[in-house]
């Protein structure tokens, strides 16, 4: 047996048929698909503003970059953040010369409200809230204190494709929301993103950033056609060359159609999991929030030995991972170490078993015994 951590899976044909349609045309770059791409998603998530990147790193960046500029956030201003994440959530505060302010987190190791209102001073301008795993936490909460304060959110929903709630995609409660299309995530493409705004107008900034500030408003404005006089466009702002292409829409454009199909699934497998080892007491299973339709990107459990677990997985053939060490202890982010205790604590023994959809729910359970079998060695 060998099961990987993350397998993602393509409707090879159809992809395939996609893509074709971009090359025939001639049009593999921004353009007819991107735009039925991020239609599709805004009908799929009901989000009002929806706009394809070239990956959720770079989505975050952008919304960070745009809500400084429009909030008129200054240099040494603070987002609240979580120390169990992908680093890109946090390096995209500092692209921004702002202070990533690290809260810590709770039992569903998402941002803990209570300490987040600790860590909320006089330059905190945002919360930056990541659904880990695909799962909700205490979103809610963070919501309101949000809404309280008048602190924006920015919602890293990297692992949250397919999360709902009320049988509604989260995001919209944000002032953005970046989702990930990245090879492994729950909607693979190879590399992409959406970056989905609140409002119009960060919505059309964000557009003319992603191609490098390039205001084609202005252009078809004073020229009244896109096709006289190319490269009279004015450039107002310093952009980036963050925008989708339409070989990533076509892949994403048909995986979505699957999204839901194949989040039942990771349930179904979370589940196996869970019934197979909710009877070990030195096992815990980090649970999904009540009301929440989790994407389950990720099936997380705690485990003393961790290390050694995962050493006696591997030589059985099972890759799990960890998600994610604790943010404060990588040597750039030090600074903030001893302050969300926590997470310090966890980061140690936080396990991902494998969840994809080439296991099946015997696998699950296979995986399962192996972990009961090697866990008190
Ligand atoms: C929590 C989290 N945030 C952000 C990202 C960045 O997404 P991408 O890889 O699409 O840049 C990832 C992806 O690995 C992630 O897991």
């Avoid at 044909?13 to 893509?19: A, G, K, M, S, W």
């Avoid at 949000?146 to 709630?165: F, N, P, Q, V, Y």
């Avoid at 194949?262 to 999991?273: K, P």
Wanted: with cysteine; glycine share 6%; aromatic share 10%.
């Amino acid at each position: 047996m060998e099961v990987q951590l993350f397998v993602p899976t393509f409707q090879v044909d159809e992809c395939l048929q996609e893509i074709r349609e971009c090359l025939e045309k001639g049009w593999p770059g921004l353009g007819f698909k991107t735009i039925e791409f991020e239609e599709a998603w805004k009908k799929y998530a009901n989000l009002p503003y929806a706009h394809l990147v070239n990956s959720g790193t770079a989505g975050l960046h952008l919304a960070v970059n745009i809500l400084k500029k429009r909030l008129k956030w200054q240099e040494g201003d603070e987002i609240i953040t979580t120390p169990i994440t992908f680093v890109s959530t946090n390096h995209v505060i500092l692209y921004e010369k702002l202070k990533p302010v690290f809260a810590d987190v709770d039992h569903y190791v998402c941002l803990d409200p209570d300490d987040v209102i600790k860590k909320i001073g006089k330059k905190t301008r945002a919360i930056m809230f990541v659904g880990l795993g695909g799962n909700l936490g205490q979103y809610e909460k963070i919501v309101e204190i949000c809404r309280h304060l008048r602190l924006a959110l920015i919602l890293d929903a990297a692992h949250m494709s397919g999360t709902k709630i009320d049988g509604q995609q989260v995001g919209k409660e944000a002032d953005v929301a970046v989702f990930s299309f990245h090879a492994v995530k729950n909607l693979p493409t190879a590399d992409s993103g959406m970056i989905c705004f609140r409002l119009a107008e960060d919505d059309a900034f964000a557009r003319k950033l992603t191609w490098l500030g390039i205001d084609k408003d202005t252009y078809a404005r004073t020229m009244n056609t896109e096709s006289r006089n190319k490269w009279m466009y004015d450039v107002e702002d310093i952009g980036f060359k963050y925008h989708g292409n339409s070989i990533m829409a076509a892949i994403g454009l048909v995986q979505l159609k699957y999204l839901d199909q194949e989040n039942e699934y990771r349930r179904n497998l979370a589940d196996s999991y869970t019934s197979a080892l909710k009877e070990c007491n030195t096992i815990q299973i980090i649970p999904t929030a009540s009301g929440c339709e989790s994407s389950r990107h990720l099936f997380q459990i705690l485990v003393n030995k961790r290390d050694k677990l995962i050493v006696a997985l591997n030589k059985n053939g099972v890759f799990p991972g960890v998600h994610y060490r604790d943010n404060t202890e990588y040597s750039m982010y030090r600074y903030a170490s001893g302050t969300c205790p926590h997470a310090h604590e966890i980061s140690g023994k936080l396990l991902s078993l494998p969840v994809h959809l080439r296991m099946t729910e015997k696998d699950a359970d296979k995986v399962a015994q192996l972990v009961i079998k090697h866990i008190h060695k």
